[in-house]
């Protein structure tokens, strides 16, 4: 019904049915695209272009650049499903099948890869619509291309974008790591990736120990146990502060990660961390480089503070934030710092940022209020 009402209705290439179709697919909560998958994979049902492009679409999802492949193979022209690029120039060929009931022509697939990009900086993944593949994994293991190709199905793949949706920097690079080939002899990688996201789909935002802040003209050195807040307490937080902004630039934003979301365009990018009130009466917050390079790249790129229990919170510019990183302290190596620390007071009368040697910078300009 989605696609009969979008353009013409009909699923071509460089149509605007096409064009009407992806970008709903960006608007798109996971639970309605895991519904639009169980749709193209029904017995009988030929939605095999749908499926490449909500498959493209998972793909953003798990944080990658993607560029959508024809429908059609033409000549002249690349007939690739999917390129996904990653960072550090490395890139995947995304081949999508609904089912492995017939044999697949693995070097017409190599021979996209090699159009596409360097051999050695890019692998082949087939996803395919169910998960009885063992007919196309023979294929692949007896070929000469094994050790660049890996097969997932697109219901696991989307399995991955839930565990994307709570996880954040960390297992997101793991992620990237999962599928891209590597040597499987030693397990201790798979084992890294599943504990890495349940520690974080179980912990909160914030670390065990408050930090220590060094003292500066308005401030004084505190530290505390952390008690940590429920994550259900920091979901209702920070979704308060978001319906807030949407309605009042009206957007409409997509999940990302567990603290990143964007428009359809990607041109409109937040960030939104939490925090709570702390005994001292100040709030603590992470800002992560790869949240930073996730806002950079956008037109509009902002930090929402949100507060746990407050019916306000702040929306900072990425511009802002960015000209005080200097002044902060961080965990791990200052050149290459595992997060930022935003320490936010009440001071005379006014919500601040607290800066290392300099005096506080007013956050009252970047206030919320919250109904």
């Known amino acids: 019904a989605i696609i009969a009402s979008a353009g013409d209705g009909k699923l071509n290439d460089k149509s605007e049915c096409q064009t009407e179709f992806r970008q709903y697919l960006t608007e798109c909560d996971l639970p309605r695209l895991k519904g639009f998958i169980e749709e193209c994979l029904q017995p009988g049902a030929k939605q095999g272009l749908a499926l490449q492009d909500i498959v493209n679409e998972l793909g953003r999802r798990l944080g990658f650049e993607v560029e959508n492949g024809r429908y059609q193979g033409v000549s002249g022209s690349n007939g690739m499903d999917g390129f996904w690029k990653l960072p550090e120039g490395r890139a995947i060929v995304v081949e999508v099948k609904t089912t492995d009931a017939y044999r697949i022509n693995l070097e017409t697939i190599v021979a996209y890869r090699d159009q596409a990009a360097d051999r050695d900086k890019c692998s082949i993944l087939i996803v395919v619509g169910r998960e009885d593949t063992g007919d196309l994994e023979a294929q692949v293991?007896?070929?000469r291309h094994a050790w660049d190709i890996r097969i997932i199905s697109v219901e696991s793949l989307q399995r991955l974008c839930e565990v994307r949706l709570k996880t954040e920097t960390e297992t997101q690079k793991r992620i990237e790591?999962?599928?891209?080939?590597?040597?499987?002899?030693?397990?201790?990688?798979?084992i890294d990736i599943t504990f890495a996201a349940v520690s974080e789909m179980e912990g909160s935002e914030v670390p065990p120990i408050a930090p220590v802040i060094e003292p500066g003209p308005a401030q004084e050195t505190t530290g505390y146990s952390q008690i940590r807040?429920?994550?259900e307490i920091i979901d209702i937080a920070r979704t308060r502060l978001l319906e807030a902004l949407a309605a009042k630039d009206g957007i409409h934003l997509s999940?990302?990660?567990?603290?990143?979301?964007?428009n359809a365009t990607g041109d409109y990018r937040v960030v939104c961390s939490v925090s709570k009130v702390y005994p001292d009466g100040g709030m603590w917050y992470a800002y992560h480089p790869s949240w930073d390079t996730f806002l950079v790249d956008a037109e509009n790129g902002l930090l929402c503070l949100a507060i746990v229990d407050a019916n306000f919170g702040f929306v900072i510019p990425r511009s802002v934030i960015?000209?005080?990183?200097?002044?902060l302290n961080s965990s791990g190596d200052p050149s290459q710092p595992e997060y930022w620390h935003l320490v936010v007071r009440e001071l005379a009368g006014s919500w601040s940022l607290v800066r290392r040697g300099l005096d506080v910078l007013s956050l009252e300009p970047y206030k919320v209020l919250l109904t």
Not at 177 to 190: A, G, K, S, V, W
Not at 255 to 260: D, N, P, V
Not at 322 to 327: D, F, S
């Open 322 to 327: 960015a000209e005080q990183l200097g002044n």
């Open 255 to 262: 999940k990302r990660s567990q603290a990143t979301f964007q």
């Open 177 to 190: 790591q999962l599928l891209t080939p590597f040597e499987y002899t030693r397990l201790d990688r798979i």
């Open 229 to 231: 807040t429920p994550r």
């Open 141 to 143: 293991r007896g070929s």
